[in-house]
């Protein structure tokens, strides 16, 4: 099931963040990637030991993109967490 972000400006460049450590337990991440579909950027990603973070910028006016976060912890487990963010004029 996806989440939902607050909606987006087409020009804005935000941050936003996916916080696993409800489903971390005593784990941590050791790497996180993003699946951004075309049409929204991804300027630049980071993440700590439960957080992962994306920086967004443009998107089509209008549109809803779906992204995915990929992490792999510490334990050696994989999770995928797919998240929406629509693109609407402020």
Do not use: C, H
């Amino acid at each position: 099931m996806a989440l939902e972000w607050p909606f987006k400006d087409p020009d804005e460049v935000l941050d936003y963040q996916l916080d696993w450590s409800g489903r971390l337990g005593e784990d941590q991440i050791a790497t996180s990637t993003w699946t951004v579909p075309t049409g929204i950027v991804k300027n630049s990603d980071t993440n700590t030991t439960t957080v992962s973070t994306i920086w967004l910028s443009s998107g089509t006016l209008n549109s809803a993109y779906e992204l995915v976060n990929r992490i792999t912890t510490t334990g050696g487990r994989t999770m995928d967490q797919t998240v929406r963010i629509r693109i609407r004029a402020k």
